[in-house]
């Protein structure tokens, strides 16, 4: 991809703003792919980026295409220091040797990134793995650089840890990138999220492990969270069989259901119930509630059930917007009624679901 940027004196400077794959050769000579004789002429401004040994700037001397290979070798005359075996990938820009800077920005303290950061990924279960897949391009910025990421994307095997909530970053250890899983939180470093203590690790989500330590994703367990290109996830319980209620205090109705969120999401929460009477004579009033962490998050919702509604199914419906923290959270249906003495009965097709942006 190119762009044109103005270079003064009513000239305009082209520009590449994608990182070329290279590959060492000498000190001062790298080839890359196909015939580039045209963007590598004597004179062009070059930046070679060598992973841990630094960054290097240059003028082209000479280049030529070998038709066998499909590589095109260019020689430099480097500004300082020397290429090495570390070299990934290459800039340029046009004869102007004012058009490519010779020095690198890490930051807002000496002039910002020279291209801005992209998150072109998101985290899923794939199978047993966690997966990390090009979403709208190919890119993540890890350590200050924009990577590749491959198309087959980037696996994480399950920790083997029972009922555990990690953090998953990426890095880019030995050329190319890795996934790790932490139970470090992050922090910000220049807008981006990375590990707290290490900025060469960019938070690409959260995950947790069941009973078995193993991955899982599913709509009673929605323990995949993707920081980027979040999609809307919907997790139910239906209560499965129906549930005698006696208490006047509110208590569990069925199983709950666990899901991971972030602090900037905001989660619609529905209980949808059906309720009737369990004996013949009386009135009683019913509530139900819904509660997140043990935390009653609604007002509830109520309904009068008199002598005639006995097994006479009655529907009961509650809402709340939850605003959660990052982490993990347990949303239950709970209810009560106000005759402790007899019965009240919830139908097997109660349920309980909310819909998360992850």
């Known amino acids: 991809m190119r762009r044109l940027i103005s270079g003064g004196n009513s000239k305009d400077i082209e520009m590449e703003t994608e990182p070329i794959a290279a590959s060492y050769v000498s000190a001062t000579t790298f080839t890359v792919s196909t015939d580039r004789t045209a963007e590598f002429a004597a004179g062009v401004r070059v930046r070679a980026d060598c992973g841990a040994d630094g960054i290097f700037t240059g003028t082209v001397t000479a280049s030529s295409h070998a038709s066998g290979t499909d ?18 990938d290459v800039l340029h820009g046009n004869d102007n040797p004012s058009s490519l ?9 000496d002039g910002g990134l020279i291209f801005a950061p992209r998150f072109d990924c998101r985290l899923d279960l794939s199978g047993s793995s966690l997966l990390l897949s090009p979403q709208s391009g190919n890119r993540l910025h890890i350590d200050g650089k ?23 970053y990426a890095a880019y250890p030995s050329g190319s990138p890795a996934l790790l899983y932490s139970t470090t939180a992050p922090a910000t470093a220049n807008g981006i999220k990375v590990m707290t203590g290490d900025a060469t690790k960019t938070l690409v989500g959260m995950a947790r492990t069941d009973a078995n330590g193993a991955w899982v994703d599913s709509a009673t367990q ?7 290109n979040r999609r ?23 199983p709950s259901v666990e899901f991971l969120s972030w602090s900037d999401d905001i989660i619609p929460i529905t209980v ?3 309720v009737s009477k369990n004996y013949t004579s009386g009135s ?9 962490d043990s935390i009653q998050v609604d007002y509830p919702s109520y309904m009068n059930l008199t002598a005639s509604d006995e097994r006479t199914w009655h529907p009961l419906h509650n809402f709340a917007n939850y605003v959660p923290s990052d982490g993990y959270h347990v949303a239950v249906l709970k209810g009560k009624t106000s005759n402790s003495t007899a019965s009240t009965l ?13």
């Open 71 to 88: 590589l095109t070798t260019v020689s430099l005359a480097l500004d300082a220091g020397s290429l090495t075996a570390n070299l990934t």
């Open 101 to 109: 800077a010779n020095h690198g920005h890490t930051g807002p303290a």
């Open 146 to 168: 924009n990577h590749i990421i491959p198309d087959a994307g980037v696996s994480l095997a399950a920790p083997g840890v029972a009922n555990t909530t990690y953090y998953i």
């Open 222 to 228: 929605r323990f995949v969270a993707s920081f980027y």
């Open 232 to 254: 809307k996830r919907n997790c139910i319980t239906i209560i499965g069989s129906d549930a005698t209620l006696v208490s006047g205090s509110p208590v569990s109705i069925g």
């Open 272 to 274: 949808d119930c059906e």
């Open 284 to 292: 009683t009033e019913v509530a139900c509630y819904i509660f997140v």
């Open 346 to 358: 919830f139908s097997w097709a109660s349920r309980i679901s909310g819909i998360i942006n992850i």
